[in-house]
Structures are given as structure tokens and as C-alpha cells.
T-cell receptor
Framework: DAGVIQSPRHEVTEMGQEVTLRCKPI?????LFWYRQTMMRGLELLIY????????DSGMPEDRFSAKMPNASFSTLKIQPSEPRDSAVYFC?????????????FGPGTRLTVL | SQKIEQNSEALNIQEGKTATLTCNYT??????LQWYRQDPGRGPVFLLL?????KEKRKERLKVTFDTTLKQSLFHITASQPADSATYLC???????????FGQGTTLQVKP
């Protein structure tokens, strides 16, 4: 398996623009997580899905952020409008929840810079 | 609120020595605790899991302890090597949702 795939790897945009981050989880995994990582706040959980259904979005900073998972093999995280404080590395992770280990497999991340 | 603390200062040790990293938590009763390794520019990679009813877990040169009374986990790397240099994150989980709460991580630097 190719692992968790994220695109783009790098995104530079201007304040006010819409940004869409994409994730393809590992085939067969039933949980998907979106995280944001910054030096100041570390790795923060934004939202997670079980079987394509959003379970907990309490980490989503504000209404400018939205996430969807239309099917088991694809998810998007959208920021509209983007702001400089959204600059961070965004990770997607997937896992097979319910199994003993529940380890999460992370993608390579998308480094977002909002100017 | 739930809080996880890892030593924010980098840990510098000499090759061959044992590295010990600490993870403390408050206002939380995790069912299990995981440790991840993160290299610069990459996503975290799972290393070990330990459950609340387990005191210690080992995997090759790695050892994790979990003290639910002290609310603390210790992560040891024996016979450390420069290749062990990375940031190590602890993460707490409960139930079967798969949701994890991560600490800020501790950066380990092993000097040859």
C-alpha cells in the first residue's frame, strides 16, 4: 500500500483565498483524522471521521474551516477565506479503529503558507 | 481541561547512552498511551502502544512504562544511536473512537 496520500505537499496562497487540502487514506481503514501542527501549539486534532461520518469537529478553529469525506477513499479540508494565522503543516491520518492497536498512519503533510 | 506535558527542551545525549523521555498528563484517564517518532518534514510514525493495565512494554531497544497513579509515561531508548535523533510525541487515547490527544513532543539529539 502507498500509505496515506496528501496533496498538495506545499501550498502558498494569499489571504482571503480559498484553500483545499486533499487526503486519500489507506485502503480498508475506517477512521480518518485531520491535524494541524505549528511550533506554538503542536499537533492539534481538527476533525475526525468514522466510516465517512464526522464524529468530532470540536477542534475546527472556526467556520472558515470545513471538512468532507464523500467516500471511504477521499477527504478534503477547506479553508475559506484563508488567513495568515492558518499557516501550518496539515496532516491527514487514518486508522483501523476497533482493532487492538488503533495506531494512526500519517501522511506526509501539506505545508500551507498564507501571505 | 486535559493537558499533556512533554519536556519542551531538547534532550542531548551521547551515543550509546540511554535516553529517557517523559510524558505527564492531567485531567484525563486514558485507556492507552502511544509513542510516535517524527522526523523533520515528515508525519509522525507509530512506535509503541501501552494499555492502562500494563506497566511496561518493550520493543527492541525501546521501553515504555505507564504509571496511571503518577499519570506519567516514560519512554527509554537504550544504546542510543545518532539515527535515533528525532522528535518523540506521546499520545493518549480512550475508548474505541481512535481519537488521540498529542503532547508537544520532545526533540532528542544523539551525538556521536
Amino acid at each position: 500500500d502507498a500509505g496515506v496520500i496528501q496533496s498538495p505537499r506545499h501550498e502558498v496562497t494569499e489571504m482571503g483565498q480559498e484553500v483545499t487540502l486533499r487526503c486519500k487514506p489507506i485502503s480498508g481503514h475506517n477512521s480518518l483524522f485531520w491535524y494541524r501542527q505549528t511550533m506554538m501549539r503542536g499537533l492539534e486534532l481538527l476533525i475526525y471521521f468514522n466510516n465517512n461520518v464526522p464524529i468530532d469537529d470540536s477542534g475546527m478553529p472556526e467556520d472558515r474551516f470545513s471538512a468532507k469525506m464523500p467516500n471511504a477513499s477521499f477527504s478534503t479540508l477547506k479553508i475559506q477565506p484563508s488567513e495568515p494565522r492558518d499557516s501550518a503543516v496539515y496532516f491527514c491520518a487514518s486508522s483501523l479503529t476497533g482493532e487492538i492497536y488503533n495506531e494512526q498512519f500519517f501522511g506526509p503533510g501539506t505545508r500551507l503558507t498564507v501571505l | 481541561s486535559q493537558k499533556i506535558e512533554q519536556n519542551s527542551e531538547a534532550l542531548n545525549i551521547q551515543e550509546g547512552k540511554t535516553a529517557t523521555l517523559t510524558c505527564n498528563y492531567t485531567n484525563y484517564s486514558p485507556a492507552y498511551l502511544q509513542w510516535y517518532r517524527q522526523d523533520p518534514g515528515r508525519g509522525p510514525v507509530f512506535l509503541l502502544l501501552i494499555r492502562e493495565n500494563e506497566k511496561e512494554k518493550r520493543k527492541e531497544r525501546l521501553k515504555v512504562t505507564f504509571d496511571t497513579t503518577l499519570k506519567q509515561s516514560l519512554f527509554h531508548i537504550t544504546a542510543s544511536q545518532p539515527a535515533d535523533s528525532a522528535t518523540y510525541l506521546c499520545a493518549l487515547g480512550s475508548g474505541n473512537t481512535g481519537k488521540l490527544i498529542f503532547g508537544q513532543g520532545t526533540t532528542l539529539q544523539v551525538k556521536p
